[in-house]
C-alpha cells in the first residue's frame, strides 16, 4: 500500500468539505454568537454578572449537584457496564436498551416523574421521608435528576473497552494467584481508568447544563436550589442577551476546559500504551 492510500480515503476532499460545513453551522456559529452578545459588555459589566452573589450561589449548587451525579455514575455505570458485558442473563437486552432511556426520554417527563417518586407521598419519597431525608426542592434532588439524564455517558463509553479487554485478563491474573480485588485494581481498572475518566467528565459537563429535568424537583429556590441553567432562562425572558452569554460563557469554558484535559490525558495514556 502506497503512502497516499494510508494517508486518504476516496473522497477525502467531499467527506473533509462537509465535515468542516456543518461543524462551523452547528458549532461554531452558535458560539460566535454567543461572542456576539458578549461584545456589547465592558469587562467590569461582564466581571459584574458573573461574580454577582445570587450567580455565585448558583454556579456552587450546579457544580456540587454535578460533582454528586458525575461520581455516582462513575461507580454504579461503571456496575452497570460490567454486568452488561460479563455476564449473560435473561432480560440483559432489554436492560441494555433501557441504558439509553433518558436520552430518548423528554427530559422535563424525567423531572416530573422524579419529582413525584421522590415527593413525601411519592413511591421513594415516603420511605425517605421516614429517615428525615427530603430529595424534593434540594440539591440533593438536583443531583437526582443529573444523574438519571447522565448515566448513560459513563456505560457506553466503559462499555466497549470491557468487551475489548475480555475476561481472559482476568483468568490469566486469577490463575498467577491473584485475588478479585486485586485482579480488579491491577488489571482491569488501569484499562478502564481513562475511558471511565472521560464517561465521568462528559456526565459533569452534560449535568452543568441540564435544564427540563431540574426544574420541576429542584423547586428553584434563589440561593438554595437556583442552577446555573435557570438563571440563563430568567436572564433571557427578562431580553437580558449580554447577562446571559456571560454566565452561559462560564459554564461553556468550564465545560471545553474539562473536555479538553480529557482528551489531552487519554492521548498520553495512549501513546504510553503504544510504546510498551
Not at 227 to 240: A, C, G, K, R, Y
Request: charged share 10%.
Amino acid at each position: 500500500m502506497n503512502r497516499s492510500g494510508k494517508r486518504f480515503l476516496p473522497g477525502f476532499g467531499l467527506t473533509l468539505g462537509s465535515s468542516l460545513f456543518y461543524t462551523c453551522l452547528i458549532l461554531l456559529l452558535p458560539m460566535s454568537a454567543l461572542v456576539v452578545q458578549l461584545s456589547d459588555m465592558t469587562w467590569q459589566q461582564y466581571w459584574a454578572v458573573i461574580s454577582y452573589p445570587q450567580v455565585v450561589a448558583a454556579y456552587k449548587v450546579t457544580l456540587l449537584s454535578a460533582l454528586v451525579a458525575s461520581l455516582f455514575n462513575a461507580v454504579f455505570g461503571m456496575l452497570l457496564a460490567w454486568i452488561l458485558t460479563r455476564y449473560r442473563f435473561p432480560g440483559r437486552l432489554f436492560l441494555d436498551g433501557l441504558v439509553d432511556l433518558p436520552f430518548a426520554l423528554p427530559t422535563a417527563v424525567a423531572g416530573l416523574t422524579l419529582a413525584t417518586l421522590f415527593a413525601t407521598s411519592g413511591w421513594y419519597g415516603q420511605y425517605l421521608h421516614q429517615f428525615d431525608i427530603k430529595v424534593v426542592n434540594t440539591w440533593l434532588g438536583i443531583a437526582v435528576a443529573m444523574a438519571f439524564t447522565s448515566i448513560p455517558f459513563v456505560v457506553r463509553t466503559v462499555q466497549p473497552v470491557l468487551e475489548e479487554l475480555g475476561p481472559e485478563y482476568e483468568e490469566a491474573a486469577q490463575t498467577l494467584g491473584a485475588s478479585r480485588w486485586q485482579t480488579f485494581r491491577r488489571v482491569v481498572l488501569p484499562e478502564l481508568s481513562p475511558a471511565l475518566l472521560a464517561g465521568t467528565v462528559l456526565s459533569f459537563t452534560r449535568s452543568l447544563g441540564e435544564f427540563g429535568a431540574i426544574i420541576f424537583i429542584a423547586g428553584n429556590i434563589a440561593w438554595q436550589t437556583e442552577v446555573v441553567s435557570l438563571m440563563i432562562f430568567s436572564q433571557l425572558q427578562q431580553f437580558d442577551y449580554p447577562a446571559a452569554s456571560a454566565v452561559a460563557s462560564v459554564i461553556l469554558a468550564v465545560s471545553l476546559l474539562l473536555l479538553f484535559s480529557v482528551n489531552l490525558v487519554q492521548s498520553r495514556f495512549g501513546k504510553r500504551l503504544g510504546g510498551k
